[in-house]
């Protein structure tokens, strides 16, 4: 099957009860069994519920995978691939990252002896020298969050298995209609499907997904016994967003190829970040390892943080808000919003400064979000 069918059927059958067509919401915490060790299935609703299982199946068919997990959000699945590390582990990382998730690695994960060091937007060859022999993760984001870089997934992941080291790639960003990792080599894939997948901006939740048994049986194990799994209603409604994800992915990168081209040639703009413009660094990886440039637009205003503030209170279609990946176009100020748990040092030399903004392209009418950043730019 191909991708928008998958989306719409994979792991998805009509009730055999009733026959409805939509997956019920199997809202119950328990289940009734039969006979000493004999049910259907289900024992206990954190172990395992039919809403969220056809959830995973249909996560897992898009991305390639064999076997998915749902989460109760993007970093409850973080926390589920960091639990396969023990102390003393080292764990390598691209450094342009989700705000969350450094937070996790240098205040949770730190407290537990797990070290993590970070390569600057580097090629597999930086990778491998900054192994150590403790290394038992290597982490990517890609594109990276808020600057748009490329990661090479393909030549890491030939890097990190020539080591034994697991690779995880977090796909929130391109959606696996743009981007399937496991294809290129990586060992789990990750998503905040709170963002492109759910696509509504009406859940909070996280997935992952992998092609090896043993490490699915792993995943599992820590999904059941650490509890941080989705209720039936957001599973259901995720399932919901799923169905339209090529629809709308095709819709919000044709946006922000036009908002894109918009920013570039405007005079208060002083740099454009995005994947899609031939003059991005990474153009040529971008179009080798996705599909599409995805919908996500960074820009450097000319001014200052005053400017800034002046331009996202005057946004009328574009919300000022956190968060990515919905329906409708939101703009973001990284170092005060999500990215503000780095510390500025940290974050100004990473290109990260106080006249970034961010933006998530929704399906709008193009037209209207020329208009509204023209008008706040103005
Ligand atoms: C939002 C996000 C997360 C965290 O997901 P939540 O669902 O908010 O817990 C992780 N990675 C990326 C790239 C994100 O955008």
């Given at each position: 099957?191909k991708?928008?069918t998958k989306?719409?059927?994979?792991?998805?059958?009509?009730d055999p009860?009733t026959g409805?067509?939509m997956?019920?919401?199997?809202?119950?915490?328990t289940?009734?069994?039969s006979?000493?060790?004999?049910?259907k299935g289900?024992?206990?609703a954190?172990t395992?519920?039919?809403t969220?299982s056809?959830?995973?199946?249909?996560i897992?068919?898009l991305?390639?995978?064999s076997?998915?997990l749902a989460?109760?959000s993007?970093?409850?699945?973080?926390?589920?691939?960091?639990?396969q590390?023990?102390?003393?582990d080292?764990?390598?990382s691209?450094?342009d990252l989700y705000?969350?998730?450094?937070?996790?690695?240098e205040?949770?994960?730190?407290?537990?002896?797990v070290?993590?060091s970070?390569?600057i937007?580097g090629?597999s060859?930086d990778y491998?020298?900054?192994?150590?022999?403790?290394?038992?993760?290597i982490?990517?984001?890609?594109p990276?969050?808020?600057?748009?870089r490329l990661?090479?997934?393909r030549?890491?992941a030939?890097?990190a298995?020539r080591?034994?080291i697991?690779?995880?790639?977090?796909?929130?960003?391109?959606?696996?209609?743009?981007q399937?990792?496991?294809?290129?080599?990586?060992?789990i894939?990750l998503h905040?499907?709170?963002?492109y997948?759910?696509?509504h901006?009406?859940v909070?939740g996280?997935?992952?997904?992998?092609?090896?048994?043993?490490?699915?049986?792993?995943?599992?194990f820590?999904?059941?016994?650490?509890?941080?799994v989705p209720?039936?209603?957001d599973?259901?409604?995720?399932?919901?967003?799923?169905k339209t994800?090529?629809?709308?992915m095709r819709?919000?990168?044709?946006?922000?190829?036009?908002v894109?081209?918009f920013l570039?040639?405007?005079?208060?703009?002083?740099?454009?970040?995005y994947?899609?413009?031939?003059?991005?660094?990474?153009h040529e990886l971008?179009?080798?390892?996705?599909?599409?440039?995805?919908?996500?637009?960074?820009?450097?205003l000319?001014?200052t943080?005053s400017?800034?503030?002046?331009l996202?209170?005057?946004?009328?279609v574009?919300?000022?808000a956190?968060s990515?990946?919905?329906?409708?176009?939101?703009v973001?100020?990284p170092?005060?919003?999500t990215?503000?748990?780095?510390?500025?040092n940290?974050?100004e030399?990473?290109?990260?400064?106080?006249t970034l903004?961010?933006?998530?392209?929704?399906i709008?009418?193009?037209?209207?979000?020329?208009?509204?950043?023209?008008?706040?730019?103005?």
């Amino acid at each position: 099957m191909k991708f928008a069918t998958k989306a719409i059927h994979a792991g998805q059958h009509p009730d055999p009860a009733t026959g409805a067509i939509m997956t019920p919401i199997f809202q119950t915490s328990t289940y009734a069994q039969s006979g000493v060790g004999e049910h259907k299935g289900f024992e206990y609703a954190r172990t395992g519920n039919p809403t969220r299982s056809a959830l995973e199946d249909c996560i897992a068919a898009l991305e390639n995978g064999s076997y998915g997990l749902a989460f109760a959000s993007g970093m409850a699945a973080e926390q589920a691939v960091l639990s396969q590390l023990s102390a003393g582990d080292h764990l390598l990382s691209c450094d342009d990252l989700y705000g969350g998730t450094y937070r996790m690695f240098e205040s949770v994960m730190r407290r537990y002896n797990v070290e993590t060091s970070y390569v600057i937007a580097g090629s597999s060859a930086d990778y491998e020298r900054a192994l150590r022999p403790n290394t038992k993760l290597i982490w990517l984001e890609t594109p990276t969050n808020p600057l748009l870089r490329l990661v090479d997934i393909r030549a890491i992941a030939e890097v990190a298995h020539r080591y034994h080291i697991l690779l995880v790639v977090d796909n929130t960003f391109s959606s696996p209609y743009f981007q399937r990792p496991l294809d290129l080599g990586a060992d789990i894939v990750l998503h905040s499907t709170t963002k492109y997948i759910n696509g509504h901006s009406d859940v909070i939740g996280g997935a992952l997904v992998m092609k090896d048994e043993q490490l699915y049986q792993a995943l599992k194990f820590y999904q059941n016994a650490a509890g941080g799994v989705p209720g039936p209603f957001d599973a259901w409604l995720t399932l919901r967003g799923i169905k339209t994800l090529a629809l709308r992915m095709r819709q919000h990168e044709e946006n922000a190829r036009i908002v894109a081209r918009f920013l570039l040639e405007h005079l208060r703009v002083e740099k454009v970040y995005y994947p899609g413009l031939p003059s991005h660094p990474d153009h040529e990886l971008a179009k080798r390892q996705m599909s599409g440039f995805g919908g996500m637009v960074s820009f450097q205003l000319k001014g200052t943080l005053s400017d800034v503030d002046t331009l996202v209170r005057r946004c009328k279609v574009f919300t000022f808000a956190e968060s990515l990946g919905g329906v409708e176009s939101l703009v973001c100020h990284p170092a005060s919003m999500t990215h503000s748990s780095i510390p500025q040092n940290i974050r100004e030399a990473r290109g990260l400064t106080d006249t970034l903004l961010r933006l998530s392209i929704g399906i709008e009418d193009s037209e209207d979000l020329l208009l509204d950043l023209e008008q706040a730019l103005g």
